[in-house]
T-cell receptor, first 115, second 114 residues
Framework: DAGITQSPRHKVTETGTPVTLRCHQTENHRYMYWYRQDPGHGLRLIHYSYGVKDTDKGEVSDGYSVSRSKTEDFLLTLESATSSQTSVYFC??????????????FGSGTRLTVV | AQSVAQPEDQVNVAEGNPLTVKCTYSVSGNPYLFWYVQYPNRGLQFLLKYITGDNLVKGSYGFEAEFNKSQTSFHLKKPSALVSDSALYFCAVRDDSSASKIIFGSGTRLSIRP
């Protein structure tokens, strides 16, 4: 997981509150991704970014927004947290310089509990 | 639409025995296939990939995967399992609609007993 830091590692929040998760990379990778991991679903893509201020939706983007104002930082915001957003969230980056064929590098995850 | 399926939620193997974790895929074009491993409380780690070339791909930690186009399969294998191989394994395929994205299977938990 070297080069990608997710914060916080754990968070408990109340329903209806906004929550922001941060992903910071030191790899200078152009592409960054946010996934959520839930039992029986594997990893599902929430949003991704292909450059500063360039983002796009994934398959489960409802209730989430993202921002990327610098290459190294990709923020995920839950606008009004719900219990269904209790999950483990992973950030990943991809090195386009290698043709993207060497897969992704993942952070260690953020465990979010919405009560 | 492209997809990957991992038909087994859990695979149990005795240490020293060969192991296989199954994956089948569905794509409209040429498949770009990956295997990742996740140890407890960690992010996913890249194991190996198939892009083109030899059907037998070698990766990290002694793992290999066999690409079979006729059976649309990409099974992960290891000749002799170690207890330390116990983890969650994910097969993945590159999204046909966007080379920027890959789609993960639901995962298979591999348990190696001493």
């Amino acid at each position: 997981d070297a080069g990608i830091t997710q914060s916080p590692r754990h968070k408990v929040t109340e329903t209806g509150t906004p929550v922001t998760l941060r992903c910071h990379q030191t790899e200078n990778h152009r592409y960054m991704y946010w996934y959520r991991q839930d039992p029986g679903h594997g990893l599902r893509l929430i949003h991704y970014s292909y450059g500063v201020k360039d983002t796009d939706k994934g398959e489960v983007s409802d209730g989430y927004s993202v921002s990327r104002s610098k290459t190294e930082d990709f923020l995920l915001t839950l606008e009004s947290a719900t219990s269904s957003q209790t999950s483990v969230y992973f950030c990943a980056t991809r090195d386009e310089g290698q043709g993207g064929h060497y897969g992704y590098t993942f952070g260690s995850g953020t465990r979010l509990t919405v009560v | 639409a492209q997809s990957v399926a991992q038909p087994e939620d859990q695979v149990n193997v005795a240490e020293g025995n060969p192991l296989t974790v199954k994956c089948t895929y569905s794509v409209s074009g040429n498949p770009y296939l990956f295997w990742y491993v996740q140890y407890p409380n960690r992010g996913l780690q890249f194991l190996l990939k198939y892009i083109t070339g030899d059907n037998l791909v070698k990766g990290s930690y002694g793992f290999e995967a066999e690409f079979n186009k006729s059976q649309t399969s990409f099974h992960l294998k290891k000749p002799s399992a170690l207890v330390s191989d116990s983890a969650l394994y994910f097969c993945a395929v590159r999204d046909d609609s966007s080379a920027s994205k890959i789609i993960f299977g639901s995962g298979t938990r591999l348990s190696i007993r001493p």
